[in-house]
């Protein structure tokens, strides 16, 4: 089973811009489909982007289109999540999970979860 950590979080201003980092242990990354989530205080975790295993095809929330990238390097067994334009509403613990297959909204069979990392914009 992957293991998974995640790194690159922090405190922002409003309009700034992060890059988290998840990197997986094990020599099957490749073959996993990857995913941010987040959770907000109070909130329930919800889907933030997801991406295929081979890296083609990727998916976004509507409150982040245009404003965060998923993507991968396979062959450093890592996922990211670059994030611009951030917002107050961003404020969240995002975490990467590895599971199946991706689609519109969900990353499905979820195997492993990462401890997640603090992002906090202020305003």
């Known amino acids: 089973q992957v293991q998974l950590v995640e790194s690159g979080g922090g405190l922002v201003q409003a309009g700034g811009s992060l890059r988290l980092s998840c990197a997986a242990s094990?020599?099957?990354?490749?073959?996993?489909?990857m995913g941010w989530f987040r959770q907000a205080p109070g909130k329930e975790r919800e889907f933030v982007a997801g991406?295929?295993?081979?890296?083609?095809?990727?998916y976004h929330a509507d409150s982040v289109k245009g404003r965060f990238t998923i993507s991968r390097d396979n062959a450093k067994n890592t996922v990211y999540l670059q994030m611009n334009s951030l917002k107050p509403e961003d404020t969240a613990v995002y975490y990467c999970?590895?599971?199946?297959?991706?689609?519109?909204?969900?990353?499905?069979?979820?195997?492993?979860w990462g401890q997640g990392t603090q992002v906090t914009v202020s305003s």
């Open positions: 999970a590895a599971g199946v297959r991706s689609g519109p909204g969900a990353i499905h069979g979820i195997a492993s």
């Open positions: 991406i295929s295993s081979s890296g083609f095809i990727t």
């Open positions: 094990g020599r099957t990354f490749s073959s996993y489909a």
